[in-house]
């Protein structure tokens, strides 16, 4: 393969091309890179193409400025479906407040007015708008080897980025709330062809639309990246592009096309990109682990020490060891019913502390044997901080933060596979990866795929803890959510909640404003799911129905 020299190493080009503006412009926020910009000059072309990767772990994206600490980019939607899932508790109950995300756990105060809903949605238009503006400037039927890379790399991010609005914002059907009225109904195409005009009253995208969209774009982006091996994994390559296709494909519930997909995806990954599954001793590094990119990596996104900010970035979120950011006060907690369904010979148990310490385990640490010892129960150390450093957030807070792993094309192409080819044969393929990979005495047997698949969702949930990754397809199979049980370490009553297929809060609303500036949105938004369920839920039930 030929590989694309210079795009994808001069990240301190993103400033120049970072996004600002108002919301009522065509996007929820314009660009200080137009499009005439771009197309006059070619390093301007190559600086938004950097732009575009580095601005996924820019802090205050959305804002600009320190508004909320929840506006992180990219990481920010890893971590709400984290807490949407129901995966994650903070581990001081006196010190809940800290945790901003907790919201979207306990479905409370997540209307159209709140920044739970305007991070989400603007985060994800303004990447489509910089993948707009690249496209936009790009004839791929003109266009040399270099320029229509770089378009297939803007149309890798605006797919996945319309992949992941469709997760959020398109309904599905519960006891909750009522969605009838937008049933089927994704988000409004913003494109790099739409006028301003058009946006002042652009309709919500039916389903099976958006998905013909989202592949379309997939299907541009594999052939202009056929030829090409990126430099880094900063940007999409091919074997992301169907994994993407392979996410695409799960979430429509095409399984063999999802497996067929994921295999290729991970042929390419392990034969042209040498990716291999976590070892478990890049699993459990002290000083790395899930800080530091590693060949399973096929997609990742990187802190630049010198642009950003100690609350406002993953590690200071996500690794309890830090001592700079929210995570040392929260102190994040796997769900306890999650650490339980892990063997003791799974490394991943690993990533959690538990309640009997170094009596349990030897646990690497950065941090000294009576800060261990004084942790929470269940606190969470899958996440560290780089080098080992928890005092300085611009060195252990200088992290990578993985976007697609080789790990979770393993996963889908074991449920597309037992549900299009049946169990035996997704059974075998899961029971491989988890021997392989993660727990030498795994050994799963099932014969009913909706067991199945809840036993591949539930490694989902354990091995993207806090990657978020698994969300989709809990939307997808409705799993019931038990977050109320006896032993839970579910920190207060908020918490406790039991719900019956899904929480109302797995379809978030659409801000105010964006419904308030296009007239085709008005009686359109989603339902509140604001209180629809309030904790606790009795103990083996399910929260009332509305």
């Given at each position: 393969?030929?590989?694309?020299?210079?795009?994808?190493?001069?990240?301190?080009?993103?400033?120049?091309?970072?996004?600002?503006?108002?919301?009522?412009?065509?996007?929820?926020?314009?660009?200080?890179?137009?499009?005439?910009?771009?197309?006059?000059?070619?390093?301007?072309?190559?600086?938004?193409?950097?732009?575009?990767?580095?601005?996924?772990?820019?802090?205050?994206?959305?804002?600009?400025?320190?508004?909320?600490?929840?506006?992180?980019?990219?990481?920010?939607?890893?971590?709400?479906?984290?807490?949407?899932?129901?995966?994650?508790?903070?581990?001081?109950?006196?010190?809940?407040?800290?945790?901003?995300?907790?919201?979207?756990?306990?479905?409370?105060?997540?209307?159209?007015?709140?920044?739970?809903?305007?991070?989400?949605?603007?985060?994800?238009?303004?990447?489509?708008?910089?993948?707009?503006?690249?496209?936009?400037?790009?004839?791929?039927?003109?266009?040399?080897?270099?320029?229509?890379?770089?378009?297939?790399?803007?149309?890798?991010?605006?797919?996945?980025?319309?992949?992941?609005?469709?997760?959020?914002?398109?309904?599905?059907?519960?006891?909750?709330?009522?969605?009838?009225?937008?049933?089927?109904?994704?988000?409004?195409?913003?494109?790099?062809?739409?006028?301003?005009?058009?946006?002042?009253?652009?309709?919500?995208?039916?389903?099976?639309?958006?998905?013909?969209?989202?592949?379309?774009?997939?299907?541009?982006?594999?052939?202009?990246?056929?030829?090409?091996?990126?430099?880094?994994?900063?940007?999409?390559?091919?074997?992301?592009?169907?994994?993407?296709?392979?996410?695409?494909?799960?979430?429509?519930?095409?399984?063999?096309?999802?497996?067929?997909?994921?295999?290729?995806?991970?042929?390419?990954?392990?034969?042209?990109?040498?990716?291999?599954?976590?070892?478990?001793?890049?699993?459990?590094?002290?000083?790395?682990?899930?800080?530091?990119?590693?060949?399973?990596?096929?997609?990742?996104?990187?802190?630049?020490?010198?642009?950003?900010?100690?609350?406002?970035?993953?590690?200071?979120?996500?690794?309890?060891?830090?001592?700079?950011?929210?995570?040392?006060?929260?102190?994040?907690?796997?769900?306890?019913?999650?650490?339980?369904?892990?063997?003791?010979?799974?490394?991943?148990?690993?990533?959690?502390?538990?309640?009997?310490?170094?009596?349990?385990?030897?646990?690497?640490?950065?941090?000294?044997?009576?800060?261990?010892?004084?942790?929470?129960?269940?606190?969470?150390?899958?996440?560290?901080?780089?080098?080992?450093?928890?005092?300085?957030?611009?060195?252990?807070?200088?992290?990578?933060?993985?976007?697609?792993?080789?790990?979770?094309?393993?996963?889908?192409?074991?449920?597309?596979?037992?549900?299009?080819?049946?169990?035996?044969?997704?059974?075998?393929?899961?029971?491989?990866?988890?021997?392989?990979?993660?727990?030498?005495?795994?050994?799963?047997?099932?014969?009913?795929?909706?067991?199945?698949?809840?036993?591949?969702?539930?490694?989902?949930?354990?091995e993207s803890w806090g990657e978020g990754w698994a969300f989709p397809s809990a939307k997808r199979l409705q799993p019931d959510v038990?977050?109320?049980?006896?032993?839970?370490?579910?920190?207060?009553?908020?918490?406790?909640?039991?719900?019956?297929?899904?929480?109302?809060?797995?379809?978030?609303?659409?801000?105010?404003?964006?419904?308030?500036?296009?007239?085709?949105?008005?009686?359109?938004?989603?339902?509140?799911?604001?209180?629809?369920?309030?904790?606790?839920?009795?103990?083996?039930?399910?929260?009332?129905?509305?």
């Open positions: 393969m030929k590989k694309i020299n210079k795009v994808y190493s001069a990240l301190a080009l993103t400033a120049a091309f970072a996004l600002t503006g108002c919301i009522d412009e065509t996007f929820p926020e314009s660009s200080t890179a137009t499009a005439e910009m771009i197309s006059e000059s070619p390093s301007a072309l190559e600086g938004s193409v950097n732009g575009i990767a580095s601005q996924m772990a820019q802090g205050y994206l959305v804002y600009g400025e320190q508004v909320t600490e929840i506006d992180m980019a990219l990481p920010a939607t890893m971590i709400i479906q984290t807490e949407l899932l129901g995966d994650m508790y903070p581990g001081i109950p006196d010190n809940v407040g800290y945790d901003w995300y907790r919201r979207y756990n306990t479905v409370q105060n997540i209307d159209e007015t709140t920044d739970f809903s305007y991070i989400p949605w603007f985060t994800l238009f303004k990447f489509v708008k910089s993948a707009n503006d690249v496209i936009s400037v790009v004839d791929l039927e003109t266009a040399g080897p270099v320029q229509k890379a770089y378009a297939g790399l803007a149309y890798a991010c605006r797919a996945y980025e319309y992949y992941l609005l469709t997760v959020f914002y398109e309904p599905v059907e519960n006891i909750y709330t009522d969605v009838s009225a937008v049933k089927g109904l994704t988000v409004p195409f913003v494109l790099d062809t739409t006028p301003a005009e058009q946006a002042k009253n652009n309709p919500r995208v039916p389903h099976d639309e958006m998905i013909a969209f989202i592949l379309s774009d997939l299907d541009k982006a594999e052939q202009c990246l056929a030829d090409y091996e990126p430099e880094s994994r900063l940007v999409p390559s091919l074997a992301v592009v169907y994994g993407l296709k392979a996410k695409v494909y799960l979430l429509d519930g095409k399984y063999a096309e999802a497996a067929t997909y994921a295999a290729k995806a991970i042929e390419e990954a392990t034969t042209n990109m040498e990716a291999k599954p976590m070892t478990a001793s890049e699993l459990q590094d002290e000083k790395s682990a899930f800080s530091k990119a590693v060949s399973s990596w096929l997609w990742y996104v990187h802190y630049d020490a010198e642009n950003m900010g100690n609350l406002c970035n993953y590690v200071g979120w996500m690794s309890c060891e830090a001592d700079w950011g929210y995570a040392s006060l929260t102190q994040p907690c796997i769900d306890k019913s999650l650490y339980d369904h892990m063997s003791e010979s799974d490394y991943r148990k690993a990533w959690f502390l538990n309640p009997k310490k170094y009596e349990y385990y030897n646990y690497k640490s950065c941090r000294d044997k009576s800060w261990v010892e004084s942790a929470p129960d269940y606190a969470a150390i899958k996440f560290r901080c780089l080098n080992g450093d928890y005092e300085t957030y611009s060195i252990g807070g200088a992290s990578d933060v993985p976007v697609m792993r080789l790990e979770e094309l393993y996963l889908i192409q074991a449920e597309a596979v037992g549900a299009s080819q049946g169990v035996d044969a997704g059974v075998t393929l899961l029971n491989n990866f988890m021997k392989s990979y993660r727990d030498p005495s795994y050994n799963y047997t099932a014969t009913d795929l909706r067991a199945f698949q809840l036993e591949v969702l539930t490694q989902m949930r354990i038990i977050q109320n049980y006896e032993g839970t370490n579910a920190p207060t009553d908020d918490f406790k909640i039991n719900c019956k297929g899904i929480k109302p809060s797995w379809t978030l609303v659409i801000p105010q404003t964006e419904v308030q500036s296009n007239t085709a949105l008005q009686g359109k938004n989603n339902p509140n799911p604001t209180q629809a369920v309030v904790g606790p839920t009795p103990i083996g039930t399910f929260a009332p129905a509305k």
